[in-house]
């Protein structure tokens, strides 16, 4: 049976399924109920320095995008951080881990950027017995105006300085949350390993503003007719997030950091492609709200039946695995070749694969008039350049396959032999290419 028990930079949890710092995890009863439901770990609601709480406004905070069957495809939010008294949180963490000691607790933390103020939060947060504490450098509204937030997370130099202070300052492992909202996001990375970080989680929330009321032409949501840009989260960040996990997992400085995956992540498929993409654990919380606690019992045992079929016993051997496949695209093999294939017997007669490719691609899919007015539609593979937008439109899962031609194959659309490997940085076309081989492609009008 697969061990489903992580070690997170030292923190130990029953499952690699932690609640992310969010209203899911504002309260004792929340987190409580959170633990009974299976969850290995919380990231509690971001806490702020001693003093009057912030306010959060009380009409809408949350804007949705739905897909056609009104599932949630993101959603976007405008609270900020908790607006409970820190005396409150700090008694009720305490609480909480005193009874469940075998889950993980993790304080989010947002001060602002004076090591007095991180000193003395550090401290009150040390006492209740957390595991550890996340730096909050991705939150992008409200807080990150008062300099805070993504206003830290933005700047490496911040990012490095801060984590610094609280390595200095306490004696809990150290996360950094960064945030989306950046050009490169190795960098802000770099900057926390510099600073002593001992693990990283993304992403945070995108900015995004989710529409507009077209009767009142007010964006949407609104405070008594204004709006506000908000936090985008929700499956619609979760190729965003895959991206920004893997560029931190394969980038040689970074390479060694431990990642916390976070993002659109439902279940348990979503999750092991984090790990397997470089993270070591995964939060979770738009599915969260959405769905309630009781998800992670399909998450548990999910990645557990998984794992057992594929012979994994451990989580950490799924860490990274698919790291070594990615690469940059001048490292391609430009000589690979794929065709569409059409199953004549699954396909529904919609012509969305023909529309696609007659009006916006490669005119490579004609269709022909069967008797009784019926249609087929056929792939000239001497047009075809195997994008695969045919197959990305079709209705009828595995419809279209994209089907790769043998080594030595002579592709009608280019006249080449399939199988020479060539990446960009030796093939002809390029005028950099150091060690050019084979013939030039030609473009066919």
Not at 283 to 295: D, L, P, W
Not at 301 to 320: N, P
Request: proline fraction near 7%; charge should be negative; hydrophobic fraction near 40%.
């Amino acid at each position: 049976m697969a061990d489903l028990r992580v070690d997170f930079v030292g923190i130990k949890a029953p499952n690699p399924f932690w609640l992310a710092s969010a209203p899911p995890t504002d309260k004792k009863v929340n987190v409580v109920r959170a633990y009974e439901a299976g969850w290995g770990g919380v990231v509690w609601k971001t806490l702020g320095e001693d003093g009057p709480p912030v306010v959060n406004v009380s009409g809408p905070r949350y804007g949705a995008w739905h897909g056609p069957d009104r599932r949630i495809l993101g959603l976007n939010n405008i609270e900020l951080i908790t607006d409970r008294p820190l005396a409150v949180n700090l008694r009720e963490i305490a609480e909480v881990k005193r009874e469940w000691p075998d889950r993980a607790l993790v304080v989010s933390l947002m001060v602002p950027c004076e090591e007095e103020s991180w000193k003395a939060i550090l401290k009150q947060v040390e006492e209740t017995g957390a595991d550890g504490i996340e730096l909050n450098f991705g939150c992008p509204h409200g807080m990150s105006e008062r300099g805070m937030g993504a206003a830290v997370g933005q700047v490496p130099e911040y990012v490095e300085m801060v984590t610094r202070w609280c390595k200095q300052h306490s004696r809990m492992p150290v996360i950094v949350k960064l945030t989306p909202n950046i050009a490169d996001i190795r960098k802000p990375a770099e900057a926390a390993k510099r600073g002593g970080a001992d693990a990283v989680s993304l992403i945070n929330t995108i900015n995004s503003v989710m529409g507009v009321d077209l009767d009142t032409l007010t964006p949407i949501p609104s405070t008594a007719g204004m709006a506000t840009h908000g936090g985008y989260c929700g499956p619609a960040v979760k190729p965003i997030a895959l991206n920004m996990v893997s560029e931190i997992a394969r980038n040689p400085y970074t390479a060694d950091l431990p990642i916390s995956g976070i993002g659109g992540i439902e279940t348990w498929r979503d999750a092991v492609e984090y790990l397997a993409l470089g993270a070591s654990a995964v939060q979770v919380c738009t599915a969260a709200m959405t769905y309630g606690f009781k998800i992670v019992e399909d998450m548990i045992t999910g990645l557990s039946d998984w794992m057992d079929a594929k012979g994994f016993t451990e989580v950490r051997q799924i860490t990274r695995m698919a790291v070594p496949k990615l690469t940059d695209w001048q490292h391609l093999d430009l000589d690979w070749a794929v065709k569409a294939k059409i199953d004549e017997a699954a396909c529904v007669e919609c012509g969305r694969c023909h529309i696609a490719c007659e009006d916006t691609s490669h005119q490579a899919i004609r269709v022909e008039a069967l008797d009784g007015g019926k249609r087929r539609f056929v792939v000239d593979d001497a047009e075809c350049v195997g994008c695969n937008l045919c197959a990305s439109v079709c209705p009828v899962p595995g419809c279209i396959a994209m089907d790769p031609l043998p080594d030595g194959a002579i592709d009608p659309r280019t006249g080449l032999a399939v199988g020479g490997r060539r990446t960009w940085l030796e093939h002809p076309n390029n005028p950099m290419a150091t060690a050019p081989r084979g013939p030039m492609a030609t473009h066919r009008d």
